[in-house]
């Protein structure tokens, strides 16, 4: 059985708002990059899958060469190799492509992971229009995986509650956040035997975008307005904030 | 009458005699100590040559100051005086006995004039009395046992060696007096005087001499062959631990080299930290044999006091007893639980107050070591700290501080290759943690003030501390390395640090990786800077207390100049628990972010701190500043805690940021 988890290098995720601006309207080079928080869950739960199964683990990226050492992480934490496709569009269905390629090098993918949504785009969208490429089932913020006899058990974790499938043949799933597929920290022998393990890397293409243009991109400019809550005691604050927020609509 | 050896004793020459294999037994049983020890791996250290039998470099004086003399031992004033008495009147006897072999041998006139009066009888009959009141104090504790010696549990044997020993002491009393019994009361020996006049008749004194005599004798040479395989041997074995003690206060890790496993053609990896005895040191296994599982080292740790699963006391323990055992490949990470090893906040309270120089911390720090290195395994908090250190070169995950936000609106030299002499390290905490970015502005308006020439770096940075206190050296060792590459491109020879643990970094580790500077702690500097008259500051009558932050004070030994520097602005308030006692915040060992059970450590040191009234907390760390900040709020809403650099740039004349 072979599992191929799609992992994108992305800037830094946890930016302080007060601290981050734009370049070229992108995150600005200066932030330091590295794997989304999701992809990590994916690599993790893919690693998970792995042992439990005995499969192989691909990870596959498309990005940059410069990419490679952020994505050794996830080799160390368990994959077996690396396949990088180089390219830099940000047009999903571009990257699905690309990633398509990336699959049908490896030739024997019986199932690809990815987290639920990169952590720059934010769209989540990739994993479900190369589901549909490749002709394979698709389904969105999976928790939990069982591999039984030629099917495939998975758990939906929605913010509602919790639906299973199962499905045969290959399936994209993107995975979300939950305890048990917090990312393992590598242990050192693991780093260093990344280093050996094999990175493939294929010249991306640059076709297929879709009819879509890029206007303009803005980040919301920080205010700070100070409320106080007038209130006798901390439980009547509670009260008090609980509902303000409501109003405002913050949750 | 001067004494006649073997008065009264026919064939008394067999004792003498019997000496000889007895001896020899003695020194069998220290063999096979060293049987045990030397299963330990050998310890290297490359700049370092003379490492006596791969135990390390071995310290006649701290033998002697740290293993004989012992100060540390009448912490504890009852059962340290009662040490006291039977150790020294013990070697009081001891030459006493050799003084008589003397004179037996070749007619040493001891037995004659002032010094038989004064000395062989009644400086003996005195140590006599000392050991055996020692005795009666050390069985009668064994009887009522304080909570530190028997939790998690008391060694046993101690009932018997010291019920032996007094034993011993007693009929050597007894055949003084029945001697001087059947003879003449003798100037001096006040104990067998009595005896002889009060308790021993004069028709069987003769007896009860020849008989006691045996006794006392063959007895003596039981005990003396029993040393080494009883709790006794620590007269041996914790002197010697001291002399291979490290000099340097507090915990020294060390840095680890990670070449081999870079390289192809090695052809065995070393194991990363430990995860069974035998990948402890000779030194860590001289460091369980001498443990006497007195307990003093759980009673002063800040996990172990608020109710965590750690107990320094029980991880040495559990080692002593394999080591005894001889079970050298279980993995002991299954007696001891991954959340005591993470409990430690590697203060070095423990090592601090162990009367036998055993470094405590270091072996819990080879488990959390070999926990994340080799089995990538710690808890879940810890594990995103270091994450984030990997990721973005800080462990504040999370943070809502941007890098330069500290500084906003603050004019601050950028440290110049050639032109600036000082550069001001910021570290992690004050850069990406709010509360603590006025610690990095009131220093940098300090140094203003006293126009110093400094500088700071363009980004932010941090030593990797936090990485290595947490048991990842590998990522301390790369971060250490870019900055220390990063300071020699830039000529950095000065280095003012705010932070302890940055300081103890740069002082501990860097030299070891090629980084030689001249470091010094904020609170030192500002000291130098009120000395030499460059801070002129206005003095108040507010009362502050100090905590010693345990990176600066039991690590490296600065206590006076934060002390000095509080002075110049108010008053100095003690906390009960100060300088080498000093309490843990709860924020080292990578503590700073760990979901605590039991009592909060930075609530009990505050409430502490808080008991004395005074107007203030000062701190001289940015990471004990934090916790008791935090801490501090289950007793006030009043912000209490304040960092040395804030109190004293609240007292610079016409202070005003630039």
Not at chain 1, 20 to 36: D, I, K, Q, T, V
Not at chain 1, 92 to 102: D, G, L, T, W
Request: charged share 20%.
């Amino acid at each position: 059985m072979h599992i191929a988890v799609l992992a994108k290098v992305v800037p830094d995720y946890e930016v302080p708002s007060m601290d981050f601006e734009l370049s070229n309207g992108r995150a600005h080079e200066r932030f330091s990059r590295m794997m989304g928080l999701y992809d990590e869950n994916a690599i993790e739960t893919g690693i998970q899958l792995k042992d439990k199964t005995g499969s192989s683990l691909t990870l596959i990226s498309y990005g940059l060469d410069s990419d490679v050492q952020f994505l050794r992480k996830g080799v160390a934490m368990g994959a077996d190799k690396l396949v990088l496709v180089k390219g830099t569009s940000d047009d999903a269905a571009v990257i699905a492509q690309n990633i398509k390629q990336a699959v049908e090098h490896l030739g024997d993918v019986d199932l690809i992971l990815a987290g639920q949504q990169s952590a720059d785009m934010d769209r989540g969208v990739v994993p479900g229009i190369l589901a549909q490429m490749l002709g394979a089932a698709f389904v969105p913020q999976v928790g939990y995986i069982e591999s039984a006899a030629d099917q495939w058990k998975v758990s939906q974790m929605t913010a509602t509650g919790r639906r299973e499938l199962e499905f045969n043949g290959l399936g994209v799933l993107s995975i979300t956040s939950i305890p048990e597929n917090v990312p393992r920290i590598p242990a050192v022998r693991a780093i260093f035997g990344a280093k050996k393990k094999p990175v493939v890397k294929l010249d991306g293409i640059d076709q297929g975008k879709m009819a879509l243009a890029e206007i303009s991109v803005e980040i919301p400019k920080i205010e700070s307005v100070c409320e106080f809550i007038d209130a006798e005691d901390p439980n009547e604050a509670v009260k008090t904030l609980l509902s303000r927020l409501t109003e405002e609509r913050y949750i | 009458m001067a004494r006649i050896p073997y008065w009264n004793i026919s064939y008394g020459v067999i004792i003498d005699l019997l000496a000889i294999p007895v001896f020899l037994i003695f020194v069998y049983g220290l063999y096979l100590q060293w049987q045990l020890i030397k299963k330990g791996q050998l310890r290297v250290i490359p700049s370092i040559t003379k490492v006596f039998q791969g135990i390390g470099t071995f310290r006649p004086g701290a033998f002697f100051m740290r293993g004989i003399l012992n100060p540390k031992i009448y912490r504890k004033p009852a059962s340290g005086v009662a040490h006291g008495c039977v150790f020294w009147g013990m070697a009081l006897l001891f030459v006493g006995t050799n003084l008589v072999i003397l004179n037996i041998l070749f007619g040493l006139p001891v037995f004659t004039g002032a010094f038989n009066r004064w000395f062989m009888s009644f400086t003996l009959d005195l140590a006599g009395l000392l050991v055996l009141g020692g005795i009666v104090f050390f069985l009668l504790r064994r009887q009522f046992m304080p909570d530190r010696l028997k939790i998690p549990e008391a060694r046993t044997g101690f009932v018997l060696v010291s019920s032996l020993l007094g034993v011993l002491i007693i009929t050597g009393f007894v055949i003084e007096g029945a001697r001087l019994c059947a003879n003449t009361p003798e100037a001096g020996a006040f104990v067998g005087n009595f005896l002889a006049a009060s308790v021993i008749s004069q028709t069987s004194a003769l007896q009860i001499h020849t008989m006691t005599w045996w006794v006392h004798g063959l007895l003596a040479l039981f005990f003396v062959a029993y040393i080494p395989f009883s709790p006794l041997v620590h007269i041996i074995l914790a002197p010697v631990n001291s002399g291979f003690a490290d000099p340097s206060p507090g915990v020294k890790m060390g840095v680890m080299d990670f070449s081999a496993f870079d390289d192809e053609d090695a052809e065995e990896l070393p194991a990363l930290g430990a995860d069974k005895l035998a990948d402890f040191t000779r030194k860590r296994f001289l460091d369980f044999a001498s443990c006497l599982w007195c307990g003093r080292c759980q009673e002063a740790c800040p996990a172990h006091n608020t109710q965590k699963p750690l107990s320094p006391k029980g991880v040495i323990v559990t080692l002593a007893q394999k080591l005894a055992a001889g079970e050298m490949e279980d993995s002991v990470m299954e007696t001891l639980s991954m959340e005591a090893i993470f409990n430690c906040t590697t203060c070095a309270a423990c090592m601090e107050v162990c009367p036998v120089s055993i470094n405590q911390p270091k072996t819990i720090m080879r488990f959390r070591q070999n926990l994340v290195m080799e089995q990538g395994q710690m808890p879940e908090l810890m594990g995103k700290a270091i994450t984030s250190l990997e990721q973005r070169s800080h462990p504040f995950f999370g943070t809502g501080s941007g890098a330069a936000e500290w500084r906003k609106d603050l004019e601050v030299p950028k440290f110049e290759a050639g032109k600036t002499e000082y550069l001001l390290w910021i570290g992690c905490s004050i850069t990406y943690e709010q509360r603590a970015w006025t610690i990095g502005r009131a220093m940098v308006n300090i140094l203003k003030s006293a126009h110093v020439s400094f500088g700071i770096l363009e980004d932010s940075r941090c030593t990797g501390d936090p990485a290595k206190q947490m048991g990842n050296e590998f990522l301390f060792a790369e971060i250490a390395q870019q900055n220390i590459d990063d300071f020699s491109a830039l000529g950095i020879q000065k280095i003012i640090t705010m932070c302890p643990h940055c300081y103890n970094s740069f002082t501990r580790h860097y030299p070891k990786m090629g980084g030689q500077y001249e470091v010094i702690p904020h609170a030192s500097f500002i000291r130098t800077l009120v000395d030499d008259k460059k801070l002129q500051l206005d003095r108040n009558a507010q009362t502050i207390t100090y905590h010693d932050p345990c990176y600066l004070g039991r690590r490296n030994g600065v206590y006076d100049d934060p002390r000095n520097v509080i002075a110049s602005v108010g008053n100095l308030v003690e906390m009960p628990r100060n300088k080498n006692e000093s309490f843990c915040c709860g924020g080292g060992g990578g503590n700073y972010w760990a979901e605590e059970t039991g009592t909060r450590i930075n609530q009990a040191r505050a409430g502490e701190a808080l008991g004395t009234d005074a107007d203030a907390i000062a701190v001289a760390c940015p990471f004990c500043l934090l916790m008791l900040t935090d801490g501090v709020k289950k007793y006030t809403e009043e912000i209490k805690a304040f960092d040395i650099a804030e109190i004293v740039e609240k007292c610079l004349p016409d202070m005003a940021e630039g």
